[in-house]
């Protein structure tokens, strides 16, 4: 199941289940958002991408869909392994600022064998 | 491809002391460099963005003498947190990308965990 803890909501899922991580992200001019996975004492990791011109990107085992009405991103893990558990983070841009990101509160997903 | 390192991994000091963390685009270059502090279980907070050859520009409540950025190559960005004090303790990541002001990929570095007693 899902709760919030004090800073950070956390996510676990059964291996094999598929897992779904949400995002709202803050500036409705943002037009390029990115997924984040960070592991304990690294930095984070590319995952996935998507620009607002689209609502649904495809890789492999992740997908991201965007809804830009309710400023909403979700990452969708299949079959999800141990090795998924994570942090999982958002972040937006605004295209032509400097490059600049914007991170999410992030989620942190762990995955029972 | 597209490798960013820091050093050092790790580093306590004591309180009052000045640390100097690196960061190293090992195998392109870049033109801008980006700075972001993260407490423990929460988000990266960017601290400010490095452009080579110019002074780096601070986000709002980030005290620019404190954090002094440097970005004197197109390879190396350096973050000196001077006259460190033990709520300056966190893990500081830095990233990279090659070119400016457009839809850039920024590779992220391992990440300095600092410790100030």
């Known amino acids: 199941g899902e709760s919030v803890g004090l800073h950070l909501p956390t996510l676990s899922v059964q291996e094999g289940d598929n897992s779904i991580i949400n995002c709202a992200y803050s500036?409705?001019?943002?037009?390029?958002f990115i997924w984040y996975k960070q592991e304990s004492g690294k930095g984070p990791q590319f995952i996935i991408d998507?620009?607002?011109?689209?609502d649904k990107r495809q890789g492999q085992r992740v997908t991201v869909l965007l809804n830009k009405t309710v400023k909403h991103l979700s990452l969708q893990i299949a079959a999800t392994q141990p090795g998924d558990s994570a942090v999982y983070f958002c972040?937006?841009?605004?295209?032509?600022?400097?490059?600049?990101?914007?991170f999410g509160q992030g989620t942190e997903l762990s995955v029972k064998p | 491809g597209a490798v960013v390192s820091q050093h050092p991994s790790r580093v306590i000091c004591k309180s009052g002391t000045s640390v100097k963390i690196e960061c190293r685009s090992l195998?392109?270059?870049?033109?801008?460099m980006f700075w972001y502090r993260q407490f423990p279980k929460q988000s990266l907070m960017l601290m400010a963005t490095?452009?080579?050859?110019?002074?780096?520009?601070?986000e709002q409540g980030v005290e620019k003498d404190k954090f002094l950025i440097n970005h004197a190559s197109l390879t190396l960005s350096t973050l000196t947190v001077t006259s460190a004090h033990p709520e300056d303790s966190s893990f500081y990541i830095c990233s990279a990308s090659s070119s400016g002001g457009g839809q850039e990929t920024q590779y992220f570095g391992p990440g300095t965990r600092l410790l100030v007693l």
């Open positions: 998507i620009r607002s011109n689209m």
């Open positions: 972040a937006e841009m605004v295209i032509g600022q400097g490059g600049k990101l914007i």
């Open positions: 195998d392109f270059q870049a033109t801008t």
């Open positions: 500036n409705s001019a943002s037009d390029y």
């Open positions: 490095s452009n080579e050859g110019s002074k780096a520009t601070y």
